[in-house]
């Protein structure tokens, strides 16, 4: 059992900068894929970002490549969401995801891949 909480979200102006935490309690973090998700109201649950178990490899949604960027700090138990260049549209309730993996399938980028989840942070990005 892992416990995820997020936190490093709030209000700022499009074109700012926000860095979301996930702090990691339980079971080894150093198991676990990451990833990040993101639902905006009335909309669907969506992909944003996944890190391997070293941080040798991420993956990102197209809609934020380059602005984006996930990293872990094993040592802490902690995922991070570096958002730069930030739009209107990356407003949402952001979560953090952990999956107890051994390989990574193709799937990485759907919900069902991920066992753990936070309780979300939200980022609301004023035009």
């Known amino acids: 059992q892992v416990q995820l909480v997020e936190s490093g979200g709030g209000l700022v102006q499009a074109g700012g900068s926000l860095r979301l935490s996930c702090a990691a309690s339980?079971?080894?973090?150093?198991?676990?894929?990451m990833g990040w998700f993101r639902q905006a109201p009335g909309k669907e649950r969506e992909f944003v970002a996944a890190?391997?178990?070293?941080?040798?490899?991420?993956f990102y949604a197209d809609s934020v490549k380059g602005r984006l960027t996930i990293s872990r700090d094993n040592a802490k138990n902690t995922v991070y969401l570096q958002m730069n260049s930030l739009k209107p549209e990356d407003t949402a309730v952001y979560y953090c995801?952990?999956?107890?993996?051994?390989?990574?399938?193709?799937?990485?980028?759907?919900?069902?891949?991920?066992?753990?989840w936070g309780q979300g942070t939200q980022v609301t990005v004023s035009s």
């Open positions: 995801a952990a999956a107890s993996r051994t390989s990574l399938s193709r799937n990485y980028y759907t919900g069902s891949f991920y066992d753990y």
């Open positions: 339980g079971r080894t973090f150093s198991s676990y894929v």
């Open positions: 890190i391997t178990w070293s941080g040798g490899s991420t």
